[in-house]
């Protein structure tokens, strides 16, 4: 199976739930735009969390310096991210592909990265936040989805249970909740991998 992590937002957890399917899937992972290259890049994170071989992780179609949305890293770099440099990586196993923000973040003048997982092809899987707010945002960003006709496996909630906004999540967004990930210190495979799905991962149903 292969899925395409977005988020509602920025700093909602994508790359922690990328690495929760990518251990559960036991699949490969790609990035295609890192923008920020200080410290620690979400692929970096990700090979630390899981501990997964390098063959596991493919190369960045855009790798920018700085840490903004990606048009304007883009631009800062002196480039233009074009849609036709992204090409899913070949083989027919598991494959998480992590997004940059949220489904409205620009890639390039026209295009946004709801326009990346609707070309790809690739159901999606929706991180929000647990806190207040995540109602309005979660549901915009399925509405943005379903307005593209791209499949929805389920969402991931980050932070600490919030079970009541599980509940209008689930039944105003007419949606599952795949996982919900709590605040894990340490971050690591062991407290991932204890976080079941609430499904098989590799069966999930994607209807549009």
Not at 36 to 49: C, K, L, N, P, V
Request: some cysteine.
């Amino acid at each position: 199976m292969r899925y395409f992590i977005t988020g509602t937002d920025t700093d909602v957890g994508k790359t922690v739930a990328a690495a929760w399917a990518m251990l559960h899937l036991e699949a490969n992972y790609w990035k295609p735009v890192q923008a920020g290259i200080e410290g620690e890049t979400d692929q970096a994170q990700i090979r630390r969390i899981t501990g997964a071989d390098d063959d596991r992780f493919h190369d960045s179609a855009y790798v920018l310096p700085d840490p903004l949305s990606p048009h304007e890293a883009a631009k800062r770099a002196g480039v233009t991210i074009d849609m036709d440099a992204f090409e899913l990586p070949e083989g027919d196993g598991p494959l998480v592909v992590e997004g940059a923000g949220g489904l409205m973040v620009p890639l390039n003048q026209t295009r946004y990265v709801v326009d990346l997982i609707e070309m790809l092809g690739l159901p999606a899987i929706l991180v929000a936040r647990s806190s207040l707010g995540t109602i309005n945002h979660t549901l915009l960003s399925l509405g943005a989805l379903r307005a593209r006709h791209i499949p929805v496996a389920g969402v991931v909630m980050n932070g600490p249970p919030s079970p009541h906004n599980r509940e209008a999540i689930e039944t105003y967004g007419a949606v599952r909740v795949l996982a919900e990930i709590p605040p894990l210190d340490p971050l690591n495979r062991e407290a991932l991998l204890a976080i079941k799905p609430e499904c098989d991962l590799m069966k999930v149903t994607v209807p549009a």
